[in-house]
């Protein structure tokens, strides 16, 4: 992933900076969802960091599993993008871009498949206060397994569903109701909010994912400690 393949939006002096990874189909809807945020968030300084990934199927993979929609089979390339994401994006931004990064708290999050991607990632790494994992692929073939093993590093954990995701033809899709309570109860004793949105899976990515996000900043605004 070069670096022309992210977009920055919002305040150099924030307070939170979100992480995102997004499709061409999200990279359009960008401003819309920052707005969304900006209303949801009233007068906190926010920035969206969004990259694109070059393969969604196999960038945001924590590991290979078959095809679920035609030919594209899952690959098992979360752990690069992460590294990515840690090494690379992350210290771009806090170098060259926040004003007051010391002072900045980072939220990983996204949509469907980056959302899932925004779950693992924070069992693997510490760097995240929080995730916002909107209608995420929680259906992804052993993951309540995994889930079950690990530890969140995150404490404060958005999850939603669009209500027909679970009447999906597909019995795998269909199966993300029942996932989702598995991973309601793991998550049971995390500052953790499950909501239902009108829709299947693709409506509204941008306003859901936007919901996501800012009810995380809201969470850690009301529970970080003050300064004076």
Known sequence: MKQQNYRILGDKDADYCLIQAVDEHDEQLLEKEFDAIRQRCNDKKVMLAAFLVDDWFHDLSPWKAPAVFGKNHFGDGATNTLNFVVNTFIPHLTNNVLAKP????FIIGGYSLAGLFALWAVTQTKHFKACAAASPSVWFPNWTT?????????????LSLGNKETKAKNQLLAHVGEDME??????????TTFEWNEGNHFAETDVRTAKAFAWCINQLETNLPKTI
């Open 102 to 105: 010391t002072e900045t708290h």
């Open 146 to 158: 995994y889930a079950s093993t690990c530890h969140f590093h995150a404490d404060t954990i958005y």
């Open 182 to 191: 598995s991973l309601m109860h793991i998550l049971e004793n995390k500052k």
